[in-house]
């Protein structure tokens, strides 16, 4: 029973830290910059499509610009940043991440605090069988 519960603490504790440690992958700057583009594109389409006075040709130029941005970045990307490679979704999310190493520090003290509590959970409940 005990491991069970030390390998749950510690899945735990492994969870916390593969969400809070951020995905560090290294794109040049002008391929980030296509890409920024394109979310900024991406998202004033977004606010012409929800704005209700906009015209149908407003709305589909803004599409059309947006995945325009999106395509020029993939092509951009995949021909200057061998490491990226799939599509380009202009949008929240992805793949590029930060190093920052304040998120590090706190992905670390998270993984620190579930250990230490497995393992006082477990000094604790030693003498119980």
């Given at each position: ?29 002008s ?10 594109t991406?998202?004033n389409a ?6 209700p ?6 709305k ?6 947006a ?5 020029t ?38 993984l620190?605090?579930?250990a ?8 604790k ?5």
């Amino acid at each position: 029973m005990r491991s069970i519960r030390v390998l749950t603490g510690l899945a735990v504790a492994g969870a916390a830290l593969a969400v809070t440690a951020p995905n560090a992958q290294a794109v040049s700057p002008s391929c980030q910059k296509a890409l920024d583009d394109a979310e900024i594109t991406q998202k004033n389409a977004d606010t012409v499509k929800a704005d209700p006075s906009a015209t149908p040709e407003e709305k589909k130029a803004a599409e059309e610009e947006a995945n325009m941005a999106a395509s020029t970045a993939q092509r951009f990307c995949d021909s200057t940043d061998p490491a990226v490679r799939g599509g380009v979704h202009a949008g929240s999310g992805g793949s590029q991440g930060s190093s920052n190493p304040v998120e590090l520090a706190a992905g670390a003290a998270v993984l620190a605090v579930g250990a230490g509590a497995v393992y006082l959970h477990r000094r604790k409940t030693g003498g119980q069988s």
